[in-house]
């Protein structure tokens, strides 16, 4: 049977950051009903940052039903990781959810140290989380908003990735979300545009090493 997904127009909504998905009309669709699972990261840790909603969500769905446990990073939507976790138990495996700011170095590292504690593995790094925000001008751009974006979208990835690869054995995996704005930038998005393109760099720069032969 086909399945049919809602279509604009869209009603008008408005949420302050970092938002909820129970607010939002339609509400998403992140494979509750359709993902099917056979098995490929039976016995496999993730971590997942930015599990609690949009393609992270739909990644931990994915992940739990192929047979992963799970460290959930958040910022602070309580909720919304509470659903995801719940979700990710009805498969069988294990969630951990961990609040707090990716932008903050020592963060970083407790993500990393937690799963560690947890569950003695790291098979799976999803640097999925990102903060973004639209301008129509530069001058719009307070430094904050600039230093923010990198923050959370580029230099956490950095942190999460630098304490994260010698708890990881070879056959382990870093998955980075990059943005069609690494190629293509939205001219409204300046600062996010700007950090998916270094996404994108960090992304390749890391696999060239590794096929170099160097470290992880």
Not at 126 to 133: G, L, S, T, Y
């Amino acid at each position: 049977m086909t399945q049919t997904y809602p279509e604009p127009p869209y009603p008008s909504q408005r949420q302050s950051m970092p938002g909820s998905t129970d607010k939002m009309t339609p509400r998403p669709d992140h494979g509750e009903h359709s993902y099917k699972g056979s098995g490929k990261l039976t016995g496999k840790v993730a971590i997942i940052t930015g599990g609690d909603s949009g393609i992270g969500r739909a990644v931990a769905i994915a992940y739990a039903r192929e047979g992963a446990d799970l460290l959930i990073a958040y910022l602070s939507e309580d909720e919304d990781a509470q659903q995801v976790k719940e979700l990710v138990e009805a498969e069988g495996r294990k969630a951990v959810l961990v609040a707090g700011d990716i932008a903050q170095p020592d963060h970083c590292r407790k993500v990393v140290d937690h799963a560690v504690e947890e569950f003695g593995r790291i098979d799976l790094l999803v640097n999925n989380a990102a903060h973004q925000a639209a301008f129509k001008d530069i001058g719009d751009i307070s430094d904050e908003e600039w230093q923010t974006t990198f923050a959370v979208n580029i230099h956490a990835m950095f942190y999460l990735t630098k304490a994260a690869v010698p708890h990881m054995k070879p056959g382990s995996a870093i998955i980075n979300t990059a943005s069609v704005n690494s190629d293509m930038p939205n001219p409204m998005l300046l600062a996010y545009a700007t950090t998916k393109g270094a996404i994108q760099n960090f992304t390749r720069l890391g696999a060239d090493a590794r096929q170099q032969g160097h470290p992880r």
